[in-house]
Structure formats: structure tokens, C-alpha cells
């Protein structure tokens, strides 16, 4: 897609020689300690090392035989409890801002589910070549794209990350404009969906298929029949504090790509809520031009996610203790004064954590604080079976006229949701172009395309 879309100028890869790619941290313990980057290092590592005799048993114990069960329930099972609170739970801070008690293993960490499944043994599975992080499906999908574009896998080898010159907006920026280049769609941004089919202040539209990216909860109110799939899993919402600070006053003492607050040190009391912060000039330090390059330290922090509404109900409790209750003081405030208010909130828990974690004593020149609500959807154990059962309610329901895209579906990374979009939108069409080829009788409710069709595979 990035080259489709003329892109390739503006790429900012980070080569995997970087300190970015070389250096994550966790902070545990009162401080930060770097995440090993090889097995021998795991071995060693102060924060695994006493728990691997009783991870060893990983080595022993055969499958559970569930389809299902939570991270923390299976990490614990194989590994011992102590992995749950540092290194994975920190882990699923960063990728879900999740609750690992909560979130089924089996979509979000396949691969454990899959390495137990079919080895016994999450350890010898990997050791016996076992650990490709992608499915079957996936690999079919990556050798054809690298069959059309050599060049690609040389990208893919060196790169640790990438975004773009102004950030990962360039890309949606590019889509829209070539998009409408093309004169053949028509992007109406202001228009709210209120029913299927039809849009607020427009004539309804006439469509003989929607691919419908809207976060499921969403979608569940347009339609006439909502299958219940739709609702069962929560959103967390999360503070996203931007803070920029003059580098000749703070200085990163350890550059990389930034560290995560395992649940072990994160009683939301204690460190309010803190999911983790990234170093943003230091991962992506060819972004910046001009000159406040190398006179700049950006750094972003997240905060909330399962948390959120517990710190946000701790701090509005402690602002106005007359009340009886945490609960009771969200419900009497509103909702826009209660927004200021914790703005300003999550702005001190940033300068603070910085302050304390990475001993940054200057006040920040630029603080940004948005927060996003309900922005990541929070996959419970049994989505994937959910997911099957949607599949079929989609096909029995509407016959192939309404498939489903989008974080909410099957993968919530960047990545995911264009390689599903992309492949939804190829199914769809192919289906179509077998309509006008006169083949319309093929298309019926088993090969109907829904977009949950790789829930199947995973
Ligand atoms: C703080 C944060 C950091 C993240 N970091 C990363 C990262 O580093 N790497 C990564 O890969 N992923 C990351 N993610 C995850 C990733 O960004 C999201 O999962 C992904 O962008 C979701 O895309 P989406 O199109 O499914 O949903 P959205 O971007 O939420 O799009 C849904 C759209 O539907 C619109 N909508 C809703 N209702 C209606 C209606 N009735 N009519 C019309 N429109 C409607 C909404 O306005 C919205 O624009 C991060 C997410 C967050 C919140």
C-alpha cells in the first residue's frame, strides 16, 4: 500500500540496529530493566531468573485441553505466577492496555495456545522451529506479496519499525487523496450511519454490499438483527500525554524505545493508572526536521486503559471527599467538567512518572493530553469462537450483503486492520466482478464473504 500510494519518500524506517530496536525497558522494582533480547540473556535476567526453575516445568506438563482461557490463567499454569505479574503483564499493557485476568490467550497470544497445542510444550515447541508468529494463512498471504515485490523482504529484514514523515497520518492523508483521485469513491467524512442503509442529513444510499468498519458496539445499533457477538466485549479507554521537553535540560539516561509498567508495580493507586511511555525521539528520531532536531526530547505516556475508570473514580474521590463514594461522585459530575478535570489530572501523573522513572527534573514546554474513549477493544476469553458464531449468524442473517472490518473483528494492531480490510475488500469484490460475469447464482450464504472468514484458521 505505501508504495501504491507513493509513499516510499516519506518512510522513517528504524533500522533494527537502532537503540529503539535494541532496547525496551520494564520498569519493576523501582527501576528500569532492559528486556532480554535472547534466550541466554532470559536466563540470566534479574527479573526471571529465580522464577525459571518452576518454568521449567513447562517442559513436562501436557496441554489442558480447553479451547480457551485467560492469559494470566494460562502463563501461570505453564510458568509459574511470577511471569503473570512482571513480563507478561506489562506485555499486554502495552499491545491491549488490558487486563491479562480478563483477556482470552487464544486471541491475543495464538501463538502460546498453538505452540502448547501442538507440542505439549510451550519451550519445545519453540526450540523445535515451532515459534512462527504467523499462521499458515498469514504466510501464504506475506509469500505472495514478496513474490510481486523482491525489495520488500530487504525492508522487512533491517526494519524494526516505521512511520512517516508527519507521523502515521500521512498514510491515512495519502489513501483519502488517492482515493478520490480515482473519481470513483466518494468519502462523505461528516456523515454519521444512524441505520443501515441509511446516512443522516442524505438520501439513503442504495449499496448491493457494506463492509461495515465501525467498532462493533457501533454496528450493533444500526442494524435490525444485531447478532449479541456484537456487544460482549468491553472498550478501554485510555490518556494518551504527549509532553515535550528542551533537551539541553532533560536527558534520556538510557535511550530506546521506551519502558511498560508491569502489574506487579501498578496497584492503579499507586502509580495512577500508568500503562507505560514511549521515547518518541529516540524511537523515530529521523521524524523531527528543522532545527529543534536533537534539541528536543518527546516523550508520550499512556495511562488508563483497564484501569481507568478506578483512577479516575480514586482521583475524583480524593478531590471531593464529601462524597460517599467513589461511584457516586463520577455520576454527579458532568461529563465535560469531569474531561477538564482529568486532563489536568493525567498531566501531573505524566510529569510525575517521568520525574520519578527517568529522574527528568525540567517541566515539559508542551503537554497534550487526549483521551480516547473506548479506543481498544478488549478480547474475552472465547472471541474466537464468538468470532465463528458471528461468521455463520452473518451469512444466515444478511445472505452476504453486510461483511465486518476493524480492531473490534480479529487483530486490533495497525497491521491487522489493513491486511483484514484489504483482504475483505478483495473477497468482495471478486464476488462482484463474478456477479457481472453473469455468475450471480454462486453467491449464497456459504460463500458469502463476512470478513471472519480467517476466524476459522486462527
Ligand atoms: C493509544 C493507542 C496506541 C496505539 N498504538 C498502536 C501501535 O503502536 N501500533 C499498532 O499497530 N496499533 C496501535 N494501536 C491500535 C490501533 O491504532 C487501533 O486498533 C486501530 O487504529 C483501530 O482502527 P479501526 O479503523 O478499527 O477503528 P477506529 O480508528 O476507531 O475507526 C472507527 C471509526 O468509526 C467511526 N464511527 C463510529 N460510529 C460511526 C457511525 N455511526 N457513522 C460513521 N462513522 C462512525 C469513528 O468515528 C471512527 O473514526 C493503538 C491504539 C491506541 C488507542
Not at 492496555?97 to 491475543?108: C, I
Request: glycine letters at 6%.
Amino acid at each position: 500500500m505505501i508504495k501504491a500510494l507513493r509513499l516510499d519518500s516519506r518512510l522513517e524506517p528504524v533500522p533494527k540496529t537502532s537503540p529503539a530496536a535494541k532496547n525496551r525497558f520494564i520498569y519493576a522494582h523501582k527501576k528500569l530493566h532492559m528486556l532480554p533480547t535472547s534466550l541466554a540473556g532470559a536466563l540470566t535476567h534479574p527479573l526471571l531468573a529465580a522464577k525459571l526453575p518452576r518454568a521449567g516445568l513447562d517442559l513436562i506438563k501436557g496441554g489442558s485441553g480447553q479451547e480457551d482461557e485467560s492469559i494470566e490463567s494460562f502463563v501461570n499454569r505453564r510458568f509459574g505466577k511470577g511471569f503473570s505479574d512482571d513480563l507478561i503483564s506489562a506485555m499486554v499493557h502495552g499491545i491491549y492496555a488490558g487486563d491479562l485476568s480478563k483477556l482470552s490467550v487464544r486471541s491475543t497470544f495464538g501463538i502460546l495456545y498453538h505452540l502448547e497445542k501442538d507440542y505439549g510444550s510451550v519451550i519445545l515447541g519453540m526450540l523445535m522451529g515451532g515459534g512462527a508468529v504467523e499462521t499458515p494463512w498469514d504466510r501464504t498471504l506475506k509469500e505472495n506479496i514478496m513474490a510481486k515485490m523482491p525489495e520488500l523482504k530487504t525492508f522487512v529484514d533491517k526494519t524494526s519499525i516505521y512511520s512517516f514523515t508527519d507521523g502515521l497520518e500521512d498514510l491515512s492523508k495519502a489513501l483519502e487523496q488517492d482515493l478520490v483521485e480515482s473519481g470513483r469513491v466518494n468519502i462523505r467524512k461528516e456523515s454519521w450511519v444512524e441505520k443501515l442503509i441509511s446516512i443522516k442529513d442524505h438520501d439513503p444510499i442504495q449499496a448491493n454490499t457494506v463492509i461495515a468498519a465501525l467498532p462493533p458496539s457501533k454496528l450493533s445499533h444500526l442494524l435490525p438483527v444485531a447478532p449479541p457477538e456484537l456487544i460482549y466485549n468491553p472498550s478501554v479507554t485510555v490518556a494518551v500525554v504527549n509532553l515535550v521537553y528542551n533537551a539541553d535540560q532533560a536527558r534520556l539516561a538510557s535511550p530506546g524505545f521506551g519502558y511498560l509498567i508491569p502489574r506487579s508495580e501498578n496497584s492503579a493507586v499507586r502509580h495512577r493508572g500508568l500503562l507505560g511511555v514511549v521515547f518518541d525521539s529516540c524511537a523515530i528520531p529521523t521524524q523531527d526536521k528543522g532545527p529543534s532536531r536533537d534539541h528536543t526530547l518527546k516523550l508520550t505516556a499512556m495511562i488508563g486503559g483497564h484501569m481507568f475508570e478506578d483512577v479516575a473514580a480514586h482521583h475524583e474521590y480524593k478531590s471531593s471527599p464529601s462524597q460517599s463514594s467513589p461511584s457516586q461522585s463520577i455520576t454527579q459530575h458532568d461529563s465535560k467538567a469531569r474531561e477538564k478535570e482529568l486532563t489536568s489530572f493525567f498531566k501531573e501523573v505524566a510529569t510525575d512518572a517521568v520525574k520519578r522513572h527517568l529522574q527528568i527534573d525540567a517541566s515539559p514546554e508542551i503537554v497534550k493530553v487526549h483521551i480516547q474513549h473506548d479506543c481498544i477493544p478488549q478480547y474475552l476469553v472465547g472471541h474466537l469462537q464468538r468470532m465463528q458464531t458471528l461468521d455463520r449468524s452473518l451469512r444466515k442473517e444478511y445472505d452476504g450483503l453486510l461483511a465486518v472490518t476493524g480492531a473490534g473483528y480479529l487483530g486490533v494492531s495497525i497491521n491487522d486492520c489493513i491486511k483484514n480490510a484489504r483482504e475483505v475488500a478483495e473477497s468482495v469484490m471478486s464476488k462482484l466482478e463474478e456477479e457481472d460475469d453473469g455468475e450471480a447464482a454462486l453467491v449464497g450464504r456459504q460463500d458469502a464473504v463476512t470478513g471472519l472468514e480467517r476466524a476459522w484458521f486462527l
